[in-house]
């Protein structure tokens, strides 16, 4: 099965139908969310493993939260981590050399950016010589003009004025012939701006986004597009609709909080934003067992998203306004408010911990999700190569969509 070589051909389909399996067979593993339940299904069936897990520290998490596949756990987890890796396996595209631009092309690109569209750009083997490039969902459209520096035509579609305004500022003056149009990606009239002339290219569009543009590109009889997708879950409809015939056929049904799963990693989350992260959680975790038992429910219950300053607020006052917030009783004033946090705490630790097992799918269903999005490219007359554009370092959603046809 490994490969370290991108797929296509004969390769998506059997790599789809491999991963289908393994998601299918463990689902008992993935599904379940460590953060809303006190226990999981799963324990019982692997209470070693449980135990080793819960045992462990939030620091011992987090310093493998990016590499699960290494940890040295109790069985089954040595054995899923292997096929794990052994299907998330993806080669790198093969890079061409790109013309260097002049540095007028960086301003105002974040220095990570850059080289997310560096990468990008030098992956696009075509056989065919784009003529006009189409830059969906673009922002201020750095990557299109990066790529139609050397006097293609442009085309850049987003939906933010200020950013449409922005762009075409910076291409004026760059000297890029570019159109770029405020434009509703998931409008009805989207599809006008789309015809056979174009090469559609996406780095990160969200969910329906990225969809939206595989259907259009593929009705408007594009000869080729190149797509990096992220968010698979900001998708309009409650569970996942798979594009391709052979994905539809699977058993394998996804709603949209699986879909959260792939882009769960923290790759590249600064040290400030992972220490504010970790602080939330653990309150909202600690919140958790408290309404259990104001409530007398030993459920979850959901809580909107609270503004950063909450954080500032003593604990104790952030758990009496969240709970007039969801209409609970009050908490009487001589609680053990120090305990209650210090659970939420120990409470992380072990939910980190116990999401190891289920960050061991994240990746295939990341490829299961990309490879459907191939097989619907197959099933429109298009060759599809899957392959990385970059190092996961760089970001995690590293994997880039060649079609031509
Ligand atoms: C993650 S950003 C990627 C931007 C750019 N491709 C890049 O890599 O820097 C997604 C972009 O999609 C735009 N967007 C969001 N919803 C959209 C829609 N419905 N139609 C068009 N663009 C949209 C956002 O404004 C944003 O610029």
Sequence with gaps: MTSSAPLHGPLLRERFAALDDFLLKHQELWRPVPFTALRLPWEDQHPQLAAWLRGRTLAEADAIHNHPELLPAPAPYPQLAERSASLSDIGELPAAQVDRVPNGFTVDVPGRKWQQIEAFASRLGFLQAPRHWLDWCSGKGHLGRRLAHDGGALTCIELDPQLVASGLLLSQRLGIDAEHCEQDALAANAAQ????????????????????????????????????????????????????????????KLSKADLRLP??????????????????????????????????????????????????????????????????????????????EGAGWQRLAEVRNLELPRSLFRRPMELWLLLDRALFLEEQGYQVTLGSFCQAQLTPRNILLLAER
């Excluded at 503004?307 to 053990?336: G, I, N, V």
Aim: glycine share 2%; aromatic share 6%.
């Design 263 to 340: 882009i769960s990693e923290t790759v590249t989350a600064g040290s400030r934003v992972r220490r504010q992260r970790d602080r939330s959680m653990a309150r909202r975790l600690a919140f958790d067992l408290l309404q259990r038992e104001l409530r007398g429910e030993d459920h979850y219950l959901p809580s909107p998203s609270l503004p950063t300053s909450w954080l500032d607020k003593p604990f104790a006052h952030y758990c009496r306004d969240l709970c007039e917030l969801k209409q609970l009783p009050a908490p009487d004033d001589t609680r053990d408010w120090d305990k209650l």
């Design 193 to 252: 701006q789309l015809d056979a002339r174009h090469t559609p290219v996406a780095l990160h569009a969200c969910g329906d986004l990225h969809v939206r543009l595989l259907q259009l590109a593929s009705a408007a009889g594009c000869r080729q597009l190149a797509v990096a997708p992220c968010c698979y879950n900001r998708i309009d409809t409650p569970d996942y609709e798979p594009l391709s015939q052979t994905a539809r056929a699977s058993a394998l």
